[in-house]
C-alpha cells in the first residue's frame, strides 16, 4: 500500500488501491535521469551510517538533514514494492550495538540504483513507525561499485536482544530455519520461519517457553506492500507448507507494523521436510472412529460458509475427499450448519456418490440447539449400528448441544458411545468474569469450557455410557484446564498415548501448532484402542489452497483433502470383539 497509508491491520482503503494503480502506470525513476555529474560525488558525506542509527531504538539525528555513505544492498523502488533501497556502510565502526545500514525512502524522480552501486545520499532523519530511515530522499548520487558481506546470525537471539543492532543491514540466517506459519502468504507474501524446527503453543505441552519461541522467530517478507499479489511468492514449484526447510536465508532486516522483517536478496528455496501423506497413518484396529471440523459446511450461501455455488461446490468436494481419504466407520462432525439435516444430508449424497451408494447414512440431532452450527455423526450401516436412539443434552452449558449415540460393529458385540462436542472458543467478545482472559495462555471462556468438560463427565455417569468416546473441537490445547479435567474424571487422550509429540498437533493459531481436536475414551475401551493418528491435511496448509475463489490463485485449488479445514482430523482405531467379521 502506499507509504503514508501504512497501518498495523495492512488494510487497503480503497483510496490506497486506486493511487497504487495509477503509480503503477508512471515510467520508472530511472527513465528520465541523466548521468551524476561528477561534481555531485565530491559532495563528502557528512556522518557515517552508524551515527545516523545511533545505539538505541531511535537516532539521535531524528530531524535532521544528513548525506551517508554506503554500498546498496536491497533495491526495492519499483511501485507497490516499499518504494526505496537498503544502503550499507562497507567500513563500519567497531561498535556491535551500532547498524551500519539504513533505509533510503526514495519515492519518486531520484536516480534509480542497483545493488552493489556506491551512493552517496541525502536525506532528513526520521523514526517511521519505529523504522530509521531517510525521508525525504533529495539525492541519490551512484559513485561507482562496491560490495557489501552479509553479517552471519544465528537464532535464537539472545534473551533481552532484539534485531536493532542489525536493522537495515544484510544479514545471513545460519543452520535450518522451519517454516512455522503462513497466514498471509497470499496477502501480504509473508512467511515465518523459526529455528529447532516448528513453534508450539506453550499450553500445549510441557517444556514451552513463550519468550523462546519469540526469539527463535523471523518474518521473512517479499519486499512488497502489494496486498493479495497476482503472483503469491513461495509457491513455485509448490506452496510451501509449515514444516518445510530453508537453508541459508539472506535478506535485509527491515522493520514495519510492529516488527522486525527480512526482505531476502536472493531467492529462498524451501525443502519439503514435511510431505504430504496422501492417506492418514494406518490406526488398526476393526471399527475406525475419526472427528472432523468441517469449518462452516453450509448449504445457505453467504452466511458463514460459502458465498457462492461454485465456492460451496469446491468445499464439499474437499470435504468428501477428507472423509473418503479417513475412511471411518464413524465421523463425528463439527461446524455444520444448523439446517436441520439439510446440509448434513448433502455431504452424505456427495459422499455416497463417491464411495457407493448407501455407504454412508447420517443421525438427526435430537436437540441441535439454536447456534448457527451443529456437531453431527455419520456413520457406514454395514459396518455399525446405533445402539437406541440419539440423544443430547438441554444444559444450557452447551452452546452447541453434543450428540450422543452408542453403537455396536453390526451383528453385535462390544458398545461403544459417541459424545460428540464443540466446546466454547477463545474468543473474547462477550466475556464477562472468570470468563475473560485470565492471563495464563489459556485465553477467553476457559472457566466455561471447564463447565462443559465437568457437564460431559457428568453426561457419562447420569446416563451410564458404557465405553465413552469423547471426543471433537474441544478449544483447548493439550495442557490446559478443560481436558485436565476429563482426565480427571477417568478420561484418557487417545492421541496423546498414540502419536508422537512432535505430530501432536490439529491447528496453528499465530504461528503455534497445537492439538484442539481430542479423542478421549473410559477406562474399559483404553485397552482396546489400537492406535491414533492426526492427518495433518489442513494445519500445515496455506489457506490460499482453500476453496474461496477470492484472491486465491485459480490454478492451486484441487478437489482433494487438503486445505478443507483449518483443523487437521482426528483418527482412532477400536477392537471390539463381536459382530460380523
Not at 503469491?232 to 536465508?249: F, H, Q
Not at 508422537?500 to 473410559?522: I, K, M, Q, T
Not at 474461496?548 to 486445505?563: C, G, H, I, V
Request: charged fraction near 20%.
Amino acid at each position: 500500500m502506499l507509504r503514508n497509508m501504512r497501518a498495523p491491520s495492512r488494510a487497503f482503503s480503497a483510496l490506497a488501491v486506486a493511487a497504487l494503480a495509477t503509480l503503477a502506470t508512471l515510467p520508472h525513476p530511472a527513465a528520465a535521469l541523466s548521468p551524476v555529474p561528477s561534481d555531485a560525488c565530491a559532495t563528502p558525506a557528512t556522518h557515517q551510517i552508524a551515527d545516523v542509527q545511533g545505539t538505541g531504538d531511535v537516532s539521535p539525528l531524528a530531524g535532521q538533514t544528513v548525506r551517508v555513505e554506503g554500498v546498496v544492498t536491497g533495491d526495492y523502488q519499483e511501485s507497490g514494492q516499499l518504494r526505496g533501497f537498503f544502503l550499507q556502510d562497507p567500513t563500519p565502526d567497531d561498535d556491535p550495538a551500532t547498524s551500519d545500514g539504513l533505509f533510503a525512502f526514495a519515492g519518486t524522480g531520484l536516480r534509480d540504483v542497483a545493488p552493489g552501486d556506491k551512493v552517496l545520499v541525502t536525506g532528513r532523519v526520521i523514526e517511521f513507525n519505529g523504522w530509521t530511515e531517510l525521508s525525504p530522499v533529495t539525492a541519490v548520487d551512484v559513485c561507482g561499485t562496491g560490495a557489501v558481506t552479509a553479517a552471519p546470525y544465528r537464532l535464537p537471539r539472545p534473551s533481552g536482544a532484539t534485531f536493532e543492532p542489525l536493522e537495515s543491514m544484510l544479514v545471513s540466517f545460519r543452520g535450518p530455519l522451519t517454516v512455522s506459519e503462513h497466514y498471509n502468504l497470499g496477502r501480504f507474501g509473508e512467511v515465518t520461519v523459526s529455528s529447532g524446527g516448528r513453534l508450539y503453543q506453550p499450553t500445549d505441552r510441557p517444556g514451552v517457553d513463550p519468550d523462546l519461541n519469540v526469539r527463535r522467530s523471523l518474518l521473512v517478507d517479499d519486499g512488497s506492500n502489494t496486498q493479495n499479489p497476482p503472483v503469491v511468492p513461495y509457491t513455485s514449484p509448490r506452496v510451501v507448507r509449515l514444516g518445510d526447510t530453508a537453508l541459508g536465508v539472506t535478506g535485509v532486516l527491515g522493520y514495519g507494523f510492529g516488527q522486525y522483517r527480512l526482505h531476502p536478496t536472493k531467492p529462498i528455496e524451501f525443502l519439503r521436510t514435511n510431505p504430504r501423506l496422501p492417506r492418514p497413518l494406518p490406526v488398526g484396529g476393526n471399527v475406525k472412529v475419526a472427528s472432523l471440523n468441517t469449518l462452516n459446511w453450509f448449504t445457505t450461501l453467504g452466511s458463514r460458509g460459502a458465498t457462492t455455488a461454485a465456492e460451496r461446490d469446491r468445499q464439499l468436494a474437499k470435504l468428501v475427499a477428507t472423509l473418503k481419504g479417513l475412511n471411518a466407520d464413524v465421523v463425528g462432525l463439527m461446524e455444520v450448519e444448523n439446517n436441520g439435516q439439510t446440509a448434513l444430508d448433502a455431504l452424505v449424497t456427495a459422499l455416497n456418490a463417491e464411495v457407493g451408494a448407501g455407504t454412508y447414512a447420517a443421525l438427526t440431532h435430537p436437540a441441535p440447539g439454536t447456534d448457527a452450527i451443529q456437531v453431527g455423526v455419520i456413520y457406514k450401516p454395514a459396518r455399525v449400528t446405533p445402539a437406541g436412539a440419539a440423544r443430547s443434552s438441554a444444559d444450557p452449558v452447551f452452546r452447541r448441544p453434543p450428540l450422543i449415540q452408542t453403537f455396536t460393529r453390526t451383528g453385535g458385540g462390544t458398545p461403544f458411545t459417541m459424545l460428540v462436542n464443540h466446546f466454547k472458543s477463545k474468543g473474547c467478545d462477550g466475556a464477562t468474569g472468570p470468563d475473560t482472559d485470565q492471563g495464563d495462555g489459556q485465553s477467553c471462556f476457559n472457566a466455561e469450557r471447564v463447565r462443559q468438560a465437568q457437564a460431559t463427565l457428568g453426561l457419562i455417569g447420569d446416563l451410564d455410557l458404557v465405553n465413552p468416546v469423547v471426543l471433537g473441537d474441544l478449544n483447548a490445547y493439550g495442557e490446559e484446564d478443560p481436558l485436565d479435567t476429563l482426565e480427571a474424571g477417568g478420561l484418557s487422550s487417545v492421541t496423546k498415548r498414540h502419536v508422537p509429540a512432535l505430530l501432536r498437533y490439529s491447528y496453528v493459531f499465530n504461528g503455534l501448532s497445537g492439538e484442539l481436536d481430542h479423542a478421549y475414551v473410559g477406562r474399559d475401551l483404553l485397552k482396546r484402542v489400537t492406535g491414533a493418528t492426526i492427518w495433518h491435511t489442513n494445519a500445515d496448509e496455506s489457506r490460499i489452497l482453500d476453496y474461496n475463489t477470492e484472491y486465491n490463485p485459480p490454478a492451486l485449488y484441487k478437489p482433494d483433502a487438503f486445505k478443507a479445514s483449518d483443523h487437521d482430523p482426528v483418527l482412532l482405531g477400536l477392537n471390539l470383539p463381536g459382530g460380523r467379521r
